[in-house]
Nanobody
Framework: QVQLVESGGGLVQAGGSLRLSCAAS????????MAWYRQAPGNERELVAT???????NYADSVKGRFTISRDNAKNTVYLQMNSLKPEDTAVYYC???????????????WGQGTQVTVSS
């Protein structure tokens, strides 16, 4: 099995910054991709940013220029640096990983438990 443990959420004023971390552990041969999603009350879960093995990244239009996703492959950890936060960024943020547990096996999807980010106006 694989576990994803998130940290770094909290309460911040508009214009402030937060850094989320997500560490993957367990039976990992290779992590193909890691990403951050978020879900605000009454809304569907939405993709915020992705980091693909090889270095490519993608962002939702709503966070481009403000959020940065990065990975430490040696630590199986993904980060989300969030700057210039807005009240509409308030949500539970979830870490996602697509993991190859064996060299010739299938890849599996895993989710973290979520961490609350609240941005006050």
């Amino acid at each position: 099995q694989v576990q994803l443990v998130e940290s770094g959420g909290g309460l911040v004023q508009a214009g402030g910054s937060l850094r989320l971390s997500c560490a993957a552990s367990g039976s990992i041969f290779r992590i193909n991709a890691m990403a951050w999603y978020r879900q605000a009350p009454g809304n569907e879960r939405e993709l915020v940013a992705t980091s693909i093995s090889g270095g490519s990244t993608n962002y939702a239009d709503s966070v481009k220029g403000r959020f940065t996703i990065s990975r430490d492959n040696a630590k199986n950890t993904v980060y989300l640096q969030m700057n210039s936060l807005k009240p509409e960024d308030t949500a539970v943020y979830y870490c996602y990983a697509n993991v190859l547990r064996q060299a010739n096996g299938p890849a599996y999807n895993y989710w973290g438990q979520g961490t609350q980010v609240t941005v006050s106006s």
